[in-house]
Nanobody
Framework: QVHMVESGGGLVQAGGSLRLSCAAS????????TGWFRQSPGKERKLISA????????YYADSVEGRFTISRDTAKNTVYLQMNSLRPEDTAVYFC???????????????WGQGTQVTVSS
């Protein structure tokens, strides 16, 4: 069982930065793949970045490549998403998720946080 709590969302002007945190409990983050998703009103939830069990970034969506950076601190059991050069279209609820079951496919996750709102004003 893994419990995940996101924080760090808020209101920021276009061009600004935010760092989201995903604090995990129950199992250490080095035991599973972790992903960041986002969902805008009326749209489906989409994976935007993922980090492997070994700690290396393994995925960035085209829409965030070069602006967002995923990382983790195993001592704090936390995964981060540094978001720079934010745009109004980045406005969404951001979720972190864990793929704990080793049988899951690369786009599948089985534990989710509650989400944190990010709003980028123009």
């Amino acid at each position: 069982q893994v419990h995940m709590v996101e924080s760090g969302g808020g209101l920021v002007q276009a061009g600004g930065s935010l760092r989201l945190s995903c604090a995990a409990s129950g199992r250490t983050v080095s035991n599973y793949r972790t992903g960041w998703f986002r969902q805008s009103p009326g749209k489906e939830r989409k994976l935007i970045s993922a980090i492997s069990r070994s700690g290396g970034p393994i995925y960035y969506a085209d829409s965030v490549e070069g602006r967002f950076t995923i990382s983790r601190d195993t001592a704090k059991n936390t995964v981060y998403l540094q978001m720079n050069s934010l745009r109004p279209e980045d406005t969404a609820v951001y979720f972190c998720a864990a793929a704990v079951d080793p049988r899951l496919g690369p786009s599948q996750y089985d534990y989710w946080g509650q989400g944190t709102q990010v709003t980028v004003s123009s």
